[in-house]
C-alpha cells in the first residue's frame, strides 16, 4: 500500500495535466485513485501517519487534512486507537448532495441500473403537489433498481418535469449527470428518512430475505431559482449502507 501510494502521488505531482498545488489536495486524489484500482481493499487499514509523513515526505498536518476529508466522503472510517480503514459498507454524507453513481465511482465501484419504467406520462396528484406543478403537466418516470457491480443496493423512483428533461433515454446510470447537460442539476435538496421492513417485492429485488431492514429515503431537488426539478423515493439495503450526519451547536 504505501509503494503503490508513493507511486501515485509522485505521478499527480509530476503530471503536468493536473493543476493541483495544495499538497492535501494531491494526496487525497492520490488515496482516492488506489484504492478504486483496488491495490487496498475494503477493511484493510491505512499507513499510519507517520508511516506516510515519511515515505511522500510530507506533515502530518497535511495526511490529518487529507484523510479528514476522505472520511468526510464516506470513503474512509477511523476508529479510536486502531487507525484508518477503507470503508466496508457504503457510508453517504447527508452533508453533499451527490448522486448514487458519484458514490459508487469514489469508492471505486461499478453502478449500473435495471429500468423497469423509463417513460413520460402526466402528472399525478402526489407528484404536482411534490413538485409543485399545474395539472396536466408532463413528467418523466424513472424506476430502477441501482447495482454495485452485480449487487442490488436499491431501489429508486425519480420523477422529473418533462420541461427539464425531455427524453428519459438520456439517463442512462446517473440522472444527475443527464441533468448537469441542461444546466437542471438540482444544488440542494430535502430528505425525509424512515427506517422501513422490505416487502416481499422489494426484498426480491434486493436479493435480501422479506421483512429484512431497509432505509426509505424521499429526496425534493431544489435548483438555485427554488423549482423542484426532481422528486425520488428510494428504498436502500439496511446490511450495506449507513448514512451520516455531521451536526454542530449554534
Given at each position: 500500500?504505501?509503494?503503490?501510494?508513493?507511486?501515485?502521488?509522485?505521478?499527480?505531482?509530476?503530471?503536468?495535466?493536473?493543476?493541483?498545488?495544495?499538497?492535501?489536495?494531491?494526496?487525497?486524489?492520490?488515496?482516492?485513485?488506489v484504492i478504486e484500482?483496488?491495490?487496498?481493499?475494503?477493511?484493510?487499514?491505512?499507513?499510519?501517519?507517520?508511516?506516510?509523513?515519511?515515505?511522500?515526505?510530507?506533515?502530518?498536518?497535511?495526511?490529518?487534512?487529507?484523510?479528514?476529508?476522505?472520511?468526510?466522503?464516506?470513503?474512509?472510517?477511523?476508529?479510536?486507537?486502531?487507525?484508518?480503514?477503507?470503508?466496508?459498507?457504503?457510508?453517504?454524507?447527508?452533508?453533499?448532495?451527490?448522486?448514487?453513481?458519484?458514490?459508487?465511482?469514489?469508492?471505486?465501484?461499478?453502478?449500473?441500473?435495471?429500468?423497469?419504467?423509463?417513460?413520460?406520462?402526466?402528472?399525478?396528484?402526489?407528484?404536482?403537489?411534490?413538485?409543485?406543478?399545474?395539472?396536466?403537466?408532463?413528467?418523466?418516470?424513472?424506476?430502477?433498481?441501482?447495482?454495485?457491480?452485480?449487487?442490488?443496493?436499491?431501489?429508486?423512483?425519480?420523477?422529473?418535469?418533462?420541461?427539464?428533461?425531455?427524453?428519459?433515454?438520456?439517463?442512462?446510470?446517473?440522472?444527475?449527470?443527464?441533468?448537469?447537460?441542461?444546466?437542471?442539476?438540482?444544488?440542494?435538496?430535502?430528505?425525509?428518512?424512515?427506517?422501513?421492513?422490505?416487502?416481499?417485492?422489494?426484498?426480491?429485488?434486493?436479493?435480501v430475505a422479506t421483512?429484512?431492514?431497509?432505509?426509505?429515503?424521499?429526496?425534493?431537488g431544489f435548483l438555485?431559482?427554488?423549482?423542484?426539478?426532481?422528486?425520488?423515493?428510494?428504498?436502500?439495503?439496511?446490511?450495506?449502507?449507513?448514512?451520516?450526519?455531521?451536526?454542530?451547536?449554534?
Amino acid at each position: 500500500m504505501e509503494t503503490a501510494l508513493a507511486n501515485e502521488y509522485r505521478r499527480l505531482c509530476d503530471d503536468s495535466a493536473i493543476h493541483q498545488p495544495l499538497a492535501y489536495l494531491r494526496l487525497r486524489r492520490a488515496i482516492r485513485n488506489v484504492i478504486e484500482h483496488r491495490d487496498i481493499e475494503p477493511g484493510q487499514t491505512l499507513p499510519s501517519e507517520r508511516d506516510l509523513s515519511r515515505v511522500l515526505n510530507l506533515s502530518r498536518v497535511t495526511i490529518r487534512k487529507a484523510i479528514a476529508g476522505l472520511v468526510e466522503e464516506g470513503l474512509l472510517t477511523q476508529r479510536h486507537g486502531a487507525g484508518t480503514f477503507v470503508a466496508e459498507r457504503i457510508v453517504k454524507p447527508m452533508s453533499r448532495l451527490t448522486s448514487f453513481t458519484e458514490d459508487l465511482r469514489a469508492r471505486g465501484l461499478h453502478p449500473r441500473s435495471e429500468f423497469s419504467e423509463r417513460g413520460i406520462g402526466e402528472v399525478t396528484p402526489e407528484e404536482s403537489m411534490a413538485l409543485n406543478l399545474s395539472p396536466g403537466s408532463l413528467v418523466v418516470r424513472l424506476h430502477r433498481v441501482r447495482y454495485a457491480e452485480d449487487e442490488p443496493l436499491a431501489i429508486e423512483r425519480s420523477v422529473v418535469p418533462a420541461s427539464v428533461l425531455p427524453d428519459p433515454m438520456l439517463v442512462h446510470d446517473s440522472l444527475y449527470e443527464a441533468l448537469e447537460k441542461f444546466g437542471c442539476r438540482p444544488r440542494r435538496a430535502l430528505q425525509r428518512l424512515r427506517a422501513v421492513s422490505l416487502g416481499a417485492q422489494q426484498a426480491r429485488l434486493l436479493h435480501v430475505a422479506t421483512g429484512s431492514a431497509g432505509l426509505n429515503i424521499e429526496r425534493r431537488g431544489f435548483l438555485d431559482d427554488g423549482r423542484v426539478v426532481e422528486f425520488t423515493s428510494s428504498w436502500y439495503r439496511g446490511d450495506i449502507y449507513d448514512f451520516v450526519a455531521e451536526l454542530q451547536t449554534d
